[in-house]
């Protein structure tokens, strides 16, 4: 079987190694939009398809049987060109969408809402020392906070002139719960904005802001698109792909 696998996260890492392991063929294609990528096994190729025609075309020739979305859950564009095209090629195509943070234990104490716009209003009225973990694409969004001190945690650096009174970290996880605790104290955070991206590398400032008092505001996902199907572990898909190839 070849798959090709829309990538970028350790679970699309994940699948490809298990796919590979197990005999198949996979191109994990990345968006390119972060640097120093962690590669998976497997052939890559990097950068976008040109849209849903481009990744059409792409996947035209025949050679692949089967597509497994393994994005960011908040990559919603990227899913979109991808139900779009393999519909239009007849090509199967899985989510695999890891579980998100609706299911955590202490979710019912969040604050919920729809868009990062959301989330800066609801945290207007939660804090004046927030912590920003939504992401460096969406990071602008806050630059009207230009008077206070907000703590930013990216990747890789915003392209625009933060604010002077911001704080920006760059890392990548996995958090530990005594560094995030540490971190929330040290800059008298009194809110957490956040995405509900789902993950153990990042779930520990969940628990950090609640010991601390913290409130937590969440962006919802994104809707996957009609018709999918959508699974939540690197197993489910194996099985999927499995009961293809019989």
């Known amino acids: 079987m070849r798959v090709l696998v829309l990538g970028g996260t350790g679970e699309a890492r994940d699948l490809a190694a298990r796919l590979v392991g197990r005999g198949d063929e996979?191109?994990?294609?990345?968006?390119?939009?972060?640097?120093a990528p962690?590669?998976?096994?497997?052939?890559?190729?990097?950068?976008g398809f040109g849209g849903v025609d481009g990744?059409?075309?792409?996947?035209?020739?025949?050679?692949?049987?089967?597509?497994?979305?393994a994005t960011h859950p908040f990559a919603a564009r990227i899913?979109?060109?991808?139900?779009?095209?393999?519909?239009?090629?007849?090509?199967?195509?899985?989510?695999?969408?890891?579980?998100?943070?609706?299911?955590?234990p202490l979710a019912s104490g969040f604050t919920w809402v729809d868009d990062v716009e959301g989330a800066r209003t609801a945290a207007e009225d939660l804090g004046?020392?927030?912590?920003?973990?939504?992401?460096r694409q969406q990071l602008e969004t806050f630059a009207t906070w230009e008077d206070r001190f907000v703590l930013a945690r990216v990747v890789d650096p915003p392209d625009w002139d933060?604010?002077?009174?911001?704080?920006?970290?760059?890392?990548?996880g996995p958090y530990p719960y005594a560094a995030e605790r540490e971190l929330i104290e040290s800059r008298r955070v009194d809110v957490l904005l956040t995405k509900d991206s789902g993950g153990a590398?990042?779930?520990a400032k969940l628990a950090a802001a609640n010991d601390l008092g913290v409130p937590v505001v969440v962006v919802r996902r994104p809707p996957v698109?009609?018709?999918?199907?959508?699974v939540e572990s690197v197993d489910d898909v194996l099985r999927a792909l499995t009961s293809k190839r019989a």
């Open 26 to 35: 996979v191109v994990s294609s990345l968006a390119g939009r972060v640097s």
């Open 38 to 47: 962690a590669l998976p096994v497997g052939d890559v190729r990097t950068g």
């Open 55 to 69: 990744l059409a075309a792409y996947l035209a020739d025949g050679s692949f049987d089967h597509v497994v979305d």
């Open 79 to 104: 899913t979109d060109h991808a139900v779009q095209a393999c519909r239009h090629v007849g090509l199967p195509l899985v989510r695999l969408q890891r579980p998100g943070w609706s299911r955590h």
């Open 128 to 135: 004046v020392r927030p912590f920003l973990t939504t992401g």
């Open 162 to 172: 933060v604010p002077a009174s911001w704080e920006v970290l760059r890392a990548r």
């Open 201 to 203: 590398l990042t779930e």
């Open 225 to 230: 698109p009609d018709g999918v199907p959508v």
